[in-house]
């Protein structure tokens, strides 16, 4: 196979200077040059679908020892190649329960891509992966080397989370959240290969706004560029099916290409299976208020089929992207804490218009509160880092257990996350001037690992331990991941076992699984509150 793609290369190659844009149909290949300045060769093999060369300036991009696919290779597929308009080649790569399209515009050095399924992959994920040459790309954007590890000394966890020149690596460590995550990268010396993913190429995809997942890898073998639709790495979703996309893998010269100099509208003169286009969609406006100035203002819709964001400006206001008819629930977001929800139908060729407005409420008297209630784990202990490096990495904090005195500490004194193995035990001092009413303590999380969850003690008064989160079976923590369902603990102290003076409330994880230490049942912390 791989001496078939070379030769399939070799004929791309030798007519790059003179080539114009157009479709060669070899024996076992498809090949697409793209016309374009700086120019592409991209060749598919016909019983695969497999991109096995992308010939970019006259260089060979693809990696030598694993091709470029959807998911880990479909193995086989019916695949076919037309010419449209003498300016699109469509490469369309048909399974019983997925199809995949590559679409290449002349005079674009693009790979444009959509996927529809009917059903999962039987790997449980859907992603599309390019597997480059880590030569020529070896770098990565935005977050740098994190995910490079590539001369590891030491496994860490797993097979994936590895010690580099002292520094904890992972391919976890490159994710970004969705609704921040449109353009991502590798990069070498005057060449960049970047997934550039407007806001339908996510309509189909699971997790939500704030969902995460590998971006990037230099791994050794090649470089791996990555743009993943849903997986099981903390997912709190069922899979959605349909059409993921359109999005594109762009190669260029230097530079991060820009969201914005992409048009994608193309695809409704493709027969794209799933595709609607603009005219049969329609918008939802409004204002959203009731979320502080200090946080983001996030209103997103979804439903069974699709899902959609959007940022709201300053003053509240917001419109969504385009959006397939049906009925949606609309959720605002104080960051990335879940405020208001409310349903809104969405008709084609129209907006609809609807308000939003926060239904959290301040506790009438809080007595204090650790942290900021966000849904993540902002300004705790470590939380800068936790995203980019494991937990054991020499340049985190101490995790603790600390003794906590309000008043005094900040909340990054405070570890985000509390472990059964390692700091189950956190304590909490705080002066109470009167003692003579009930108290409420409300610890809200962002994720459980293994069904950690706190039990606390206030005083020498033991409270009831909790129930069970619903159980996510991925890891968190550990690989860069911080939110998961969300729970809220509430405890209510009677008057009876508190004093006036000076009190402690100690935090313990419990659960009825065990681990060695950071993969010992834990939680992390969005903001913990004491109130009346």
Not at 44 to 63: M, P
Not at 315 to 335: E, H, I, N, R
Not at 362 to 374: E, K, N, Q, R, V
Request: charged residues 20%.
């Amino acid at each position: 196979m791989l001496a078939t793609s070379i030769f399939a290369a070799a004929i791309g190659f030798g007519s790059l200077v003179t080539a114009q844009f157009g479709l060669t149909d070899n024996d076992d290949s498809y090949v697409v040059n793209a016309g374009s300045a700086n120019s592409l060769v991209a060749t598919v093999d016909k019983a695969s679908c497999d991109v096995t060369s992308i010939v970019y300036r006259g260089a060979e991009l693809q990696s030598s020892s694993k091709y470029t696919h959807i998911g880990s290779g479909l193995g086989s597929a019916t695949v076919s190649a037309q010419t449209i308009d003498d300016q699109y080649v469509k490469v369309t790569c048909e399974t019983d329960t997925l199809t995949h399209y590559i679409v290449v515009k002349s005079g674009e050095a693009n790979l444009y891509m959509a996927t529809y399924t009917s059903a999962e992959p039987e790997i449980g994920e859907l992603r599309y992966i390019a597997r480059l040459d880590n030569s020529i790309l070896p770098s990565s954007y935005p977050f740098g080397d994190v995910s490079t590890t590539v001369g590891s000394t030491e496994t860490i966890e797993g097979s994936d989370v590895f010690l580099v020149d002292g520094e904890t690596r992972s391919k976890f460590y490159s994710s970004d959240r969705f609704i921040d995550d449109h353009v991502h990268c590798v990069y070498g010396d005057d060449t960049h290969a970047c997934f550039v993913k407007p806001a339908l190429a996510y309509e189909a995809a699971s997790g939500g706004p704030f969902f995460r997942d590998i971006d990037t890898n230099n791994g050794g073998d090649y470089t791996s560029l990555t743009f993943y639709m849903n997986s099981g790495h903390v997912q709190t979703e069922a899979f959605r099916m349909g059409l993921h996309g359109p999005y594109a893998l762009t190669f260029s010269r230097s530079g991060v290409p820009a969201l914005a100099d992409f048009d994608f509208s193309f695809f409704a003169d493709l027969d794209i299976q799933g595709y609607v286009a603009e005219s049969g969609r329609g918008y939802v406006s409004g204002t959203a208020s009731g979320v502080g100035s200090d946080y983001q203002t996030v209103v997103a819709w979804s439903n069974d089929e699709a899902q959609y964001w959007a940022y709201a400006s300053t003053d509240g206001s917001f419109t969504s992207p385009a959006v397939k008819p049906g009925t949606y629930t609309m959720k605002l977001y104080q960051t990335e804490l879940e405020v208001a929800s409310q349903s809104v139908d969405v008709s084609a060729g129209s907006t609809t218009s609807s308000d939003i407005a926060s239904t959290l409420t301040a506790p009438t008297t809080s007595l204090w509160t650790i942290g900021s209630c966000d849904g993540q784990p902002t300004g705790f202990l470590n939380a800068d880092k936790q995203l980019r490096m494991h937990p054991s990495d020499s340049r985190m904090s101490d995790w603790g257990p600390t003794d906590f005195v309000v008043g005094e500490a900040n909340a990054t004194d405070f570890p985000m996350a509390l472990f059964k193995a390692v700091n189950s035990g956190q304590n909490i001092t705080f002066s109470l001037e009167d003692a003579s009413s009930d108290a409420t303590l409300r610890i809200r999380t962002t994720l459980a690992f293994a069904s950690g969850r706190p039990q606390v003690v206030v005083n020498t008064w033991t409270a009831d331990a909790p129930d069970a989160p619903t159980k996510i079976d991925s890891r968190g923590v550990t690989r860069g991941a911080y939110r998961g369902y969300g729970e809220a603990y509430e405890v209510d102290i009677p008057s009876s076992e508190l004093v006036a003076g000076q009190n402690s409330i100690q935090i313990n994880v419990i659960s009825g699984s065990s681990g060695d230490e950071f993969l010992s049942p834990n939680f992390i912390l969005d903001c913990i509150e004491l109130y009346r």
